[in-house]
């Protein structure tokens, strides 16, 4: 039985994760939590690990006073089959310390390599530790990368989000309420209005450059709104390899936790008759600036100073304290 830890389990990622551990009947060792108590209570009384953290520690030590708190910075070092980093926001520092203790990571936290790539890939080399990407871009491309390592290139696809054939103009009168409609995948807050932006892929695609460790040459950012394919390799002999399944963000969480093993999911099987068709497009980088602000910082070298300003405009965002069109232009101002 594989034992796992889970950094971030009342989350999007989190929730999944533990219905994969629960059909699987995986052993989750160590859980932490945020401010969700009331959810992460009923998820320690349900899977019972042994190591647990909240930031509520009165409420903790009331109703599990039999079970060890520590904080997440030792619980990433507990040895384990794996540590899934499933926080939202920055969280190097735990992806290294897991690292570090010999831990392998399945890493859904693509900001830990977005603000700090080099020390968490250098951590993960030297330690001979493995990262098992969690996010269904960078599984399919792992996924793919098992046929062979000469690569050409990768598609790395994206759904167009909820505006796909917006102009600038008509996201002018863009609301929160629309933002998080996203049309294909449901996530958190942040990482639905990154993906509406596109800076989401900007995001990916430098994630993309660590894990691979590519050139950004050689990564194509693709629009396919279907969000059936879920990325592909070239290889040297001009050979496409391409992961394809429903969308369903519990397959490449499973995928990560149970590897090398395939196993039974829930997600709806595909049928390629009933789609009748896949559609592919270039995106529209006058329009989505967040994106190509992003990909600009990469040859400017300046990944986690575009990150960090997102970041807070996001942030201002879902409080309502700035407009949707803001965010762009304020981004566009700073890095266009």
Request: neutral net charge.
């Amino acid at each position: 039985m594989k034992k796992i830890t889970i950094l971030g389990s009342t989350g999007s990622i989190g929730t999944q994760a533990l219905e994969v551990c629960r059909k699987h009947s995986f052993d989750v060792i160590a859980m932490t939590a945020g401010n969700n108590i009331e959810l992460f209570c009923k998820q320690v009384e349900e899977f019972k690990p042994r190591t647990i953290f909240a930031n509520n520690r009165e409420v903790l030590k009331e109703q599990f006073p039999h079970i060890q708190i520590m904080y997440p910075e030792e619980i990433a070092c507990i040895k384990t089959d794996i540590v899934l980093n499933a926080l939202a926001g920055e969280h190097s520092e735990l992806t290294i310390k897991a690292a570090k203790s010999g831990n392998n990571i399945a890493l859904a936290n693509k900001e830990a390599l977005v603000y700090n790539g080099e020390k968490v890939m250098k951590a993960v080399r030297e330690n001979k530790v493995r990262i098992l990407p969690v996010d269904s871009e960078h599984s399919a491309i792992f996924q793919a990368l098992q046929c062979g390592k000469a690569v050409r290139k990768i598609f790395l696809t994206a759904s167009g989000g909820p505006f796909f054939g917006y102009t600038k103009k008509q996201l002018e009168d863009v609301t929160l309420e629309d933002v998080l409609k996203h049309p294909t995948w449901k996530m958190g807050k942040k990482v639905t209005v990154d993906s509406s932006t596109l800076m989401n892929k900007g995001f990916e695609f430098v994630e993309a450059m660590y894990l691979f460790d590519l050139d950004p040459s050689q990564i194509e950012i693709v629009i396919h709104p279907e969000s059936i394919v879920h990325s592909a390799v070239e290889f040297a002999d001009g050979s496409v390899i391409a992961q394809m399944s429903s969308p369903d963000m519990r397959l490449p969480i499973q995928y990560a936790l149970a590897y090398p093993r395939r196993l039974e999911s829930d997600v709806k099987p595909l049928s390629l008759i009933d789609l009748g068709k896949l559609t592919f497009f270039k995106p529209d980088f006058n329009t989505f600036t967040p994106l190509k602000c992003m990909l600009r910082a990469v040859e400017t070298r300046k990944i986690p100073q575009i990150a960090a300003l997102n970041d807070s405009l996001v942030e201002q965002f879902l409080k309502k304290e700035i407009r949707y069109i803001d965010i762009f232009n304020e981004l566009e101002e700073k890095f266009g």
